[in-house]
């Protein structure tokens, strides 16, 4: 099984379990145990895992971590747990902190079974810092993220490695974060800035703030919205000579704003397209927005619908599948390379609107003839 088949089978469990649990106890046993076993590490082995390990920092004696991970009898990982639901607060690392000072750990895990939080010492040498520099949500990642996770893995660990890109991680992510706030929430400065060559000899007043701020606001999104057309075009490959819609996401969200699909609905969308190339050209399926789901539509007719994406929750997925009658099947896959396995249903559903289409048709011929 595929390390992200791994990863995606612990999410359908900690989903189930997570608010079953009341304790951090129950928490380490449930959620934190099966998530270092899944990355290749005996936690029946001492040798390989040490709970509640040891050592004195200081003046203070006989504190605990609670589970250093070792390679050759030296701690390489460090593991502080918090109940499921627990604040992530750094002010709750205290213990990880301390141990990270005198052991040689180069990684601090801060987890509540959910949320793991790596650090590291990239600000000054054998101390931790305070922000992470990598962080993996189990009920909600992408496939980039379980690449980078896959990093701490037994099989593939190498302090080197990690650190080399830990660095570019810690600021890619707070730089997408704050890019991601003002998508949504443009600051009165970044507005001033992009709309610079527009406000000459203009005072900034509200009026002309509000009017800008929405502007940019909208600019923002549609060019976050361009580049993935952008990226859908060229993963197509350009001997196929078929033409691609010059809008494969022309519509707005239900709240108004642009439609960005995640990566993973990308992938699925393109799959769906490979399938239905030699049904029909791919510039006639679409995809769009919808409140829990993705659509993936004939033509751009929501009455013409091919599938439905519903992958609010990454670690489950499931698609939606419609028969001649335009019933829905909600069927869940492992992953998305599951869908392939369901490509007659896929062409059955587009061969029905392409009949209807000729019925059409040739009643049209038949009423002007």
Known sequence: M???DQVRGLASRVGLAKDLLQTEEATKNAMVMPFIQLLGYNVFDPLEVTPELIADVGTKK???????VLKEGRPIMLFECKKSGGDLHINHASQLFRYFHVTEARFGVLTNGVVYRFFTDLEKPN???????????????????????????????DVETI???????????SIQN??????????????????????????????VKDLFTQVTRQAFQQLVGDKINERLKGAMTPEQGLPLTTQVI?????????????????????????????????????????????????DDNNRKPICRLRFNNESR???????????????PI????????????????????LKSETLKDNAGNVAAA
């Open 250 to 298: 022309e519509a707005p969200s239900e709240s108004g704003e642009a439609f960005v699909p995640s990566q993973i609905e990308l992938e699925a969308f393109q799959i769906v397209r490979a399938i239905l190339r030699p049904v029909v050209k791919p510039s006639r399926v679409y995809i769009r927005d919808a409140a829990s789901y993705c659509a993936i539509l004939f």
């Open 127 to 157: 101390k931790m810092d305070e922000k992470p520099f990598f962080e993996f949500n189990i009920l909600d990642f992408r496939e980039q993220d379980v690449d980078e996770l896959k990093k701490f893995a037994k099989a593939t660990f």
């Open 334 to 353: 492992a992953s998305l390379d599951q869908i392939f396995d369901f490509d007659d249903r896929l062409k059955a559903c587009v061969a029905a609107y």
């Open 62 to 68: 006989g504190e605990k971590v609670d589970y250093a």
């Open 2 to 4: 595929d390390f992200i």
């Open 163 to 173: 650190l080399t890109t830990a660095n570019h991680l810690k600021y890619t992510r």
């Open 178 to 207: 704050t890019l991601s706030d003002w998508m949504t929430n443009p600051p009165e400065e970044f507005v001033r800035l992009a709309s610079a060559e527009f406000l000459v000899g203009k005072h900034f007043k509200n009026s």
């Open 317 to 331: 997925l499931v698609v939606g599948f419609f028969n001649e009658n335009k019933e829905e099947e909600r069927v």
